[in-house]
Nanobody, 116 residues
């Protein structure tokens, strides 16, 4: 199983980025699919995800990103996206995609730096 994340970069506050994560060797199906991030010196934290089971279209977000970030998915391409708007310096970190929760599969991460 491989999760290949991309789309990170260095931007200024207020800018936007779109992250992508392509999965190979696994079918999203009814698995939870989402994004987490880890800021320098901090633990990994939840950002956004689609629930598992019958609620795979239900998206949930961390309070810190609600209204600014949007998660979407293309099951046919086994790809999950994270549209990040109105970025803030506190959004800086390595963003990881995940399939099937904490005990599931993790991508290698893509770095997002928000700085003026």
């Amino acid at each position: 199983v491989q999760l290949q994340a991309s789309g990170g970069g260095s931007v200024q506050p207020g800018d936007s980025l779109r992250l992508s994560c392509v999965a190979s060797g696994i079918i999203f199906g009814t698995k939870a699919v989402g994004w987490y991030r880890q800021a320098p010196g901090k633990q990994r934290e939840f950002v956004a995800r689609f629930s598992s089971g019958v609620r795979t279209n239900y998206a949930s977000y961390a309070d810190s990103v609600k209204g600014r970030f949007t998660i979407s998915r293309d099951n046919a391409k086994n790809t999950v996206f994270l549209q990040m708007d109105s970025l803030k310096p506190e959004d800086t970190g390595v963003y990881y995609c995940n399939v099937a929760g904490g005990a599931g599969y993790w991508g290698q991460g893509t770095l997002v730096t928000v700085s003026s």
